[in-house]
């Protein structure tokens, strides 16, 4: 299948270094979906707030979310954005979804304190509300060209070359120099996506060490059709997880949630259900999808496993801590038992 080579860009703000991209449009998207359905639970009361506490939770999970993931990308995959300018600059990518997820475990212990009400149903509610997002914002990363598969064997029939292989960016002499947004402009160009004229206007006159560029040396490379027979297939892994992690496991929620709408299961068990199917999807995908390069052709970190498989592993850890937590809790006595005067 042929990649379809989306400008990664909306819309282009002229004058400001920030533009509408794809990739923060689909971030809205999930906020936007998941905030719906919150209130729906909470009209539903699925979880112990009304329809507005349910809507000021998006607040601290868009915090959450957004500081979880950019500590947790560096932390786990680019500790040179420690640096804190760099770190700042999420426009350029770098989320991590178990970063996130982390992040979004801490603002909703903080809302639940808020609002006095156990962890563990606004951690079910969570669960519930938050499929849509991964499935957009996998989107944005298929359309962005990134997180893209390994190299495919022959005959399978959705493959498909990613201009940000590196043996493409190699063949049309894209530099790492470069700001991404010249890169991009340049695949744009490659693709006949857009014309010179379009382009050159926007294109930087120097890389970000302030070395000068000369773009009609660089103007040659940029055709598509001349090196994309060089170019290997992989697999669209971007597309496996946003319909494995997002549609499916969405629909899965759903089900379940709809089975037990009038006899709800335990606290808890709504986001046991997450984690583990999220981990069981992605440990899955793990061995289609490109190894991240700093962890060498592989991408083995520990005992075999790749950082998102080590990573998964640890949300089923925390799936069965939350079923502890749960069973402890059906366990207690409720407030008063046991000890109560008959007295009137």
């Not at 350029?92 to 304190?113: D, K, M, P, Q, T």
């Not at 043996?167 to 947004?181: G, I, K, N, V």
Request: net charge neutral; hydrophobic share 45%.
């Amino acid at each position: 299948m042929d990649f379809p080579c989306w400008d990664p860009v909306l819309f282009d703000i002229p004058g400001l270094p920030i533009d509408i991209r794809w990739y923060g449009l689909m971030y809205v998207v999930g906020f936007v979906c998941g905030q719906w359905i919150l209130v729906r639970l909470a009209k539903e009361r699925f979880w112990p707030v009304t329809a507005q506490q349910a809507a000021d939770l998006v607040v601290y999970l868009v915090i959450g979310v957004m500081l979880g993931g950019r500590f947790g990308y560096a932390l786990f995959y680019d500790q040179g954005l420690v640096d804190p300018i760099k770190i700042l600059k999420v426009w350029e990518g770098g989320l991590s979804f178990h970063g996130g997820l982390a992040g979004v475990a801490i603002a909703s212990w903080l809302y639940a304190r808020k609002v006095k009400a156990p962890w563990t149903k606004i951690a079910d509610a969570c669960a519930l509300a938050v499929t849509p997002g991964v499935f957009a914002v996998r989107f944005a990363n298929f359309i962005n060209g990134e997180l893209y598969g390994r190299v495919t064997q022959n005959g399978v029939g959705w493959a498909m070359q990613f201009p940000t292989d590196p043996r493409a960016q190699d063949l049309m002499r894209l530099s790492d120099a470069w700001t991404m947004r010249d890169r991009e402009l340049c695949i744009q160009y490659a693709f006949r996506r857009a014309s010179w004229e379009d382009i050159e206007g926007k294109l930087s006159a120097s890389d970000v060490e302030g070395r000068p560029i000369d773009w009609e040396r660089v103007r040659p490379s940029l055709d598509w059709e001349a090196i994309r027979d060089q170019v290997p297939f992989r697999h669209p892994s971007q597309l496996y997880e946003g319909i494995g992690e997002g549609l499916v496991l969405g629909v899965l929620l759903f089900v379940v949630w709809r089975l037990t709408r009038r006899h709800a299961l335990p606290s808890g068990w709504y986001a046991a259900i997450f984690l583990f199917g999220y981990s069981a999807v992605r440990f899955a995908l793990e061995y289609v999808r490109q190894p991240d390069a700093q962890f060498g052709p592989t991408g083995d970190v520990l005992l075999g496993m790749t950082m998102g498989q080590t990573l998964s592993t640890l949300m089923v850890v925390g799936g069965l801590l939350i079923l502890m937590l749960s069973r402890r809790r059906c366990l207690l006595p409720p407030p008063g038992a046991g000890g109560a005067s008959l007295s009137r």
